[in-house]
Each structure stands twice: as C-alpha cells, then as structure tokens.
C-alpha cells in the first residue's frame, strides 16, 4: 500500500526524502509566484538576484583582478580615471579598477553579515523561546539582560567589542550575532508565549514531554513564519553593521575589497573623482534596498490567501 | 397576527426569493447559497436554524446588502418592494441604522472601546434622526431603560469594558433599537454568553417583539434558543432554505429528515425517568460549499429516507399545508423515528462503586497580595479564588458533570486534576494512592491514567505536525511499544473513534472540527486511561457532531470501564452523559450528587437558577421565571456569608445568608446528595413547586 510506505518511513527512505524534496520544491515555486504579485517584490527580487550572483561569482566575472594596478599604454598608472570604455566605473588612486573591486568585495560583506545573521538567529531563538518556556524569574532574568544588550547602539556595541578584541572576520561575525540576538530574542519570546498556552503544548505536558523536546518539536516549526520574517530584516541590518564597521577601518582588512573601506578611502576624493566613493556606496545602497524590498514582499505576500487547487 | 399586517402592508416586509450567493476567491468558488427564499413580516421573529457552513450568516449579509464587489448574487431580495441587490451604496448607506439593523455575535467588538457607551448612542442619533445633543441624550436613556439596563441614567457614563458580556449585549441592541428600524437582524447574539444571561436576554427579544412593529431575523445554530424567541423558523442546509414552518409546527412535526435529525441530536435538559432516550446523530458532514449543485438532494448522502429518486432529481419546495414547506419528495414519511430514536440508552449499574479519583478539599489561588503602593502601604489586592476546598470523587466507569457559569472554576478544577496548574492545597488520590499536584511530578504510569481533552479541536492538534504525531506519541511515551506496533494501534484507535486510518498522514488543517476533536480523543484513549477529563469538549462542534462524540464516548466508557469528568455549561449535555453532578459557583461546591438527584427538587437556588436559564428545544415547554442578574463575582474576597448570597433569587430575610456560610445539608434521594443552603431542604422543595407551577 502507498500509504503504508509513508506512514512506516518516520525513518529515512529514498522515497520519503524524495516526496518531501518535491512538495518543498513545489511549496517554494508557489510561495515564489505570491512574492513576484507584489510590487516590492517584483522590484527587489531582481536585484537581490543580481547581488546573488555577484555574491557567488563576482572575483570570475570582474573584468580585472581586484588588486591589480593598471597601467597605461604609455607606462603611468591609470590613476583616478573617470567611468570609461575600459573601466565602466573608473579606476581608484591606485589604478585598481572599481567595478571588479565593488564586485569582488560583495563576497566577504555578505558572507560575514549572513553568517553573524544566521548564528543571531540561532542564538536568539533559542535564547527567547527557552525563556518564554521557562517563564518565572528566569524569564525576568534573560529578558533583561537582553534589554541591557539592546539599549546599547549596535554599531557602538560592535565598535566595542571590535576594538576590544581586534578585528579578526569571526570577531565581526561573533559581533553581528551578539547585536541580532536581544531583537530576535524579543519576537522569538512573545510567539513562544502565545504559541505555549495553545493546547497542543498543553497536551504536550501532559504526555510528559521534556522541555527540549516541546520547545524543538512542538513550538519551533509554528514560529518558522515569524523566524523567516525576522532574517530578512536583520540581514539589512547586518549588512549596514559590518559595512558601517569596513568604513571605520574595523572590517575585512586590506588588501582584501571591503565596500565600507572603499566608500571610507573614496571620501578624500569626493570632489575630484566622486566615482570612487559612489560606486561602493551605491552597491552597499543597492543591496540594502533590494533585501528590505523582499522582505516586504514576503510579508505581504505571506498575508495573502493561499491559492488552492482547484 | 400576520393575516393582519399583510392587510395593512400589503406586501411582507422581506421577500428573498430564490438567492443564490457566490464568493469569488483566491481559494476557490464558495457557494454560500444556492437558493434560499424566505418572507419576514412585520412584528415577526424569523428564527434562521443551521449547522455552520450552511449559509446562515451570509443570508443575514445578504439581507443588509453587505456583500463584497467580487460576489455574484441571484435571485431577489426585496425589502418592502425594493430590490437591495440592485441599490447604490448611498442607497444602502440610507438604509443601514435607520431602517435595518445589526446585532452581532460579539457585542466587545461591536461596541467602540474608546468611547463611552452612552455618546455612541448620541452621535447615532444625532446623524440618523437629526436631533439635538441633548434631545440625543435624553433619548438614549430612553433606550437603556427599554433595554432593561440597571440605572439607565449613568450606565451610558462607562466604557464598554466597564460592563459585563451581557450589559454590553444590551447596548448593542440598544443602538441597533435607536432608529426604530423596520428590520433587526440578529446574528447569533447569544452565542458567547453564559447561559443565565442567555435567558435574560432572551426575555429582552422576546419582550421587544410585542413593543416594537419591527420585523426580525434571529439566526442562531441553538434550536433552544429558537423555540424560545421564533414565530416561524426557516431551516438552512448546505446553502438551501429546506423548510420553512410556524416554531409549533416545525418541533412538532418536522417535515424534512434534517430537520428531524436536529432535533433528536439535542438532548432534552431534564429528564426525571432514569433511561436517557438514545441521542441519534447525523452522519457524515454538511455538502461542501465549494462543490457546485448537483443534480439530487443535497442532503441525500446523509439522509436515512433517500431513495433513488433523490440521488438523481432535485427535490422542489413542497407545500405540507398550514404555512408549512418542505424541500424534501417525502415530506409525508417524515416522523422523529427516521433518526433510530426509539432505542432507549443502557445505564450502567447505579449501585456503589469504588472511586477512581477523590480531590480532597482542593485550593487553587492565582496571583498574589500586592500592596497598594507597589512595595509600600496597605495590602489592598489579593489573589483570586478560584477553587476554594472542592471535594469531588469520580466513580470507576462513571461520568462526574461539572457545571457552572464562566467564571465558577470549571476550567481551574479540570486542570488542577490533569496537573496542569498545581493546586495550592488539597489532595488528590488516585486508586487509593496520592497523586502530586504537578504534572511533571507525577509518574509515568499516573500521567497515562489521567488524560484530558480540550475545548477548542483547532488547538489541540500540532497545526505543523501530521494528526499521526499527537497518537503515536502518546503510544510511545505510555504505552511503550516500538514504532509498528503504535502505528498499527494508532490505526485501530483511528478506526475505533470512526475516522479512516489513512487520515493519519494529513495535517490537521484539513480536517473538519468534529474529526479534529475525534482524532484528539484517540490520542486520550491512546494509553488505556483510567479518567478522561473532558473540558467542554464538545461545545464547540455543531449539534450533529456533537451527538456523534457524545455517542463516541458513551461506547467507549461502556467497552472500556474509563471514568470521565465531563465540564460543560450546557445542561442538556452533562444531563446527558453524566451519572454524578457537581455544580459549581465561584470557587465553591454549591451542590453535588448523583445527576437525577441534583437535577430534581430540591435543588440548590443556583442549580435552579441555571436549569430555568437552561433553553429547551420545545416551543410548548412551560416559561421559567428565575433569571440570575450580573456575573460571577471576581472571588478576590473573601465570602462573609453564602458564596451566592449576592445573587441569589431565594435569599432569606434577615442577615444570615450574608453573615453565616451555609451548612451543608444531605439531600432526601440519597446519602452522597448534599446542598450548601441555609434554607432547609422542605422548604427549597416547596419554593421550587411553586416557582415552576405558577
């Protein structure tokens, strides 16, 4: 019998994993066609697209490589030349090309960001559902240290701990992390309370389940929504971060492409050769925009009624 | 009465004939009527009867002309010779207040919360009829005080959170009153109250319906509710009109089988003889909205009578004589036997039976003194009350009813069994052995004992999770076995509480309430327990599902020996079920004992309060008289006296109700009967003769 196979597999078998492959694949495309009805959606999915693919194959497809001083036919450096043939966005005070460094220096930003963005997540999910779980005192206790966290201005809170440390990548993942959790712990927290009193958590309870168990298996996959919400808009967040800290010196250290330092080493430039400090500015710009336009997107999108099949 | 206003009138003040409403949405084609016709007069109630998913409510949106653009309607809908579907929404704009009015479910969001509830009604006023502010004023009061509200001058100084469920309810229908429309359409108005204010405001409609010219529409799923308040009934199924009769009539001698089957799935409030007639049900669920109409009886699935001609003809509207119709080719064979409701129920043995669970002077408090100024001055607030030394014990293979309004601690003593919520003292013992109060300090083999069910079927079910996952669970964990043979048990159970086993691997999204509800049930029956309680967990299923999980548990409590406490504020359903009665108020026992002692005289002036409040399905059922004013008090102080000497009907003269707590008094019928009454029980006896003769 059909149903046998799949109700009997709670374990892995090829079968299942691919059923569940295609109704995920099937979910996404349907989510996918909501997001592209709306307007924000159809305007940031393309250029979240494009930052993707400069994000994965941006040093291949540069024209020139990222540290390169490039030199004229007659032998001097093609020092600040305007946006041309030859460099579409112009060259820097060293001659290095920008587009290919604008779009070789997209990979560590977004790397570092998403992954402090993600280990934000982790960690405050699990830091607001186990206290909204808990309740009590430990529940007073966390939630304050929490706003301790938070009344400290992220970038003042990442400069800290930057310059405290040293500016080493995982330092600024760590730090990304630690300034996403106390916002990601508040909305993890008040789900978790709502979703807690429901019955079945209740139910739960009462066959004796351990904490763990209701928190991951129970409570969790009810706040995949919210967490899905929430990862959108701490990324725009983080990006600013780590490129705000790029642009104070504290970022991906040279000679390493960082658009934070670039915007921050084009500035003396701004009026001679403006290319230089505009080109990075715009990218950081470009991106921020594209993922707050789909995160609103998703949003309105996870609001719309659900298309039924016939 | 309408012979006469059809003269004056000439025309009905509502026709609806042949309607059909469509919605157009994303999720698909819903159609919410397919052809409903209906005629209100004026100075009528027309009481609108259905399960949910019939098109109740969409006919009373209808009626308003308040259907969104993408909707397609048919058929006519005239109000006094008008067509509404074809008015411009200024026209409509004319109409609603003034001419047609609305009286909501819940009347909390009917009522602005930021305004006071008098200067709602002022502004009302002044828009519609043009009058001064204080010719406005003047005349809200006038409308408080018609609506029966305690001090009509100052009540409308509140904010709607200030009143009660039932105050609130009020002054909705006071601004639904304020224009002196010609319609009123209500739609299920007393579905979120308690029962006692339920009967008061059932006075309140019928009262109106002699003072005022107004025609109304009262929809309502509760056929109790209906023969109290209706002249004539219309019944819905599956977007139909399927009959249409005066209320005698129609509870008399239904003629179409749904109807009859409403009627047979209700149980009778109060029963004196031991033997409870068999609950018939309905099988299966209401014709989809979203399948378009067939070529039959829509009904014919579920029908006890169909024949082949109803699988293939559409039935039309038969005409059964005296103002009565029916869509049904057999009117004629109509009878309350088609439904099997002649068996009469096997009652377990009356005799004495070992007890599965005995609470012992349970106390629950929640919160805690707080002093007035945060850490300083006087201790003003204390804790709430909410289980003030109940004792209760369950019979093994009985069923123990706990009765009360909102607010009397149902809910608190339920959990308090299941360990949900500790008590703060008390004991509880379970076959002869203590249980701890805390459900993560009970063992394995307690938790598997004690199981519970809860109200709403939506929630209790992981709405993430396969229906598979609450079952197996509960197997694995209690049970023990490994993962085939608690997939092949959770097949059995799935079978045993009449659902198909290869619904195992839906998520719960799709499946109805009542099968939510059974498959909740299933994972309770999981472990073999030995007491199930049950917290309203039928209340929020249609009358036809109800009667199918009410059937469900009888059998199971007769195959299996499991006890059950039973909670619900309907009476006609604990009656139903329960072997023993515990009545509530306020944290204290009012009353307990074997069911047909505690449902017969004397009773205590609370039980009797709430049987008289209790609706019956029967149009010819004698009018009760005792109605219970106000709520449940907040039970944050400590009671002087008598818990109910605040409100009760039958308070004696002098001050020893509100000074000396009750003594416990052991009823004629039998030793475990016992009343906390002042008032000697000859003497309750006689009140309680006089009260319902007169």
Redesign the interface.
Known sequence: MATEGYIAGSGFSPRRVGAALTHTWHKGLGALRLVLRTTSGRIGLPIVLVHAVIFVAGSWLAPYSFTSFNLAEDGTLEQLVGPSRHFLLGTDQFGRDILSRVMSGSTSLIAVAGSGTLLGIAMGSIVGMGSAYMGKWVDEVVMRIMDGLMSFPSLLMALLVISALGPNVLYIVATVAIVTTPGVARVMRSATLTLKEQEFVQSARLRGESAPYIIFREILPNTLPVMGVELTVRLSYSILIVASLGFLGLGVQPPSPDWGLMISQGRQFLSSAPWVALAPAGAVASLIVGVNLLTDGIRQASNMPREVAP | MTEDVNLNGGQPLVEMSHLAVTFY????TVRAIRDASLRIERGEVVGLVGESGCGKSTAALALMGYLPGTTKVEGSLLFEGQEINEMSPAELRKLWGKRIAMVYQDPATALNPTMRVGPQIDELLQHHLQLSKSEAQQKTIELFTSVKLADPDTIGNRYPHQMSGGQQQRAVIAMALACEPDLLIMDEPTTGLDVTTEATILDLVVDLKDRFKAGILYVSHNLGVIARVADRVVVMYAGQTIEEAPVRDLFKAPRHPYTAGLLSCVPAPVSTENSAVQLSSIPGSVFPASLPTEEACLFAPRCPMAQERCRTEVPAVFDAGGDHSARCFFWGDVRPGIWGTDELRQEGERGEVEPVLTATSLRKRYGHWERKYLFFGPWVRPPVRALTGVDFAVGSGRTLGIVGESGSGKTTAARVV???VPSDGGQLTLQDEEMPSA??D?S?SQ?AAV??V???PK???????PI?H?IL??LR??AGLN??ES?ERARELMEAVGLGP?L??RPPTELSGGQQQRV?LA?AFAANPELVVLDEAVSALDVSVQAQVLNLLDRHQDETGTSHIFISHDLGVVRYVSDDILVLYAGHVAESGPAESVLNSPSHPYTEALLSAAPVPDPDAPPTHIRLPGAVPTMRERFQGCFFAGRCPRKLDGDICDTTPPPVRTGPRSSKHVIHCHIPLEELTALQRNGTST
């Open positions: 949405t994303p999720r698909g299941v360990g949900l459900v993560q009970r394995r938790r199981r519970m809860f109200q709403n929630a209790s079910l992981n709405p993430k999770l598979r609450a669970r509960a964990k209690f993962r085939r997939l290869e195992l691997d909740a994972g």
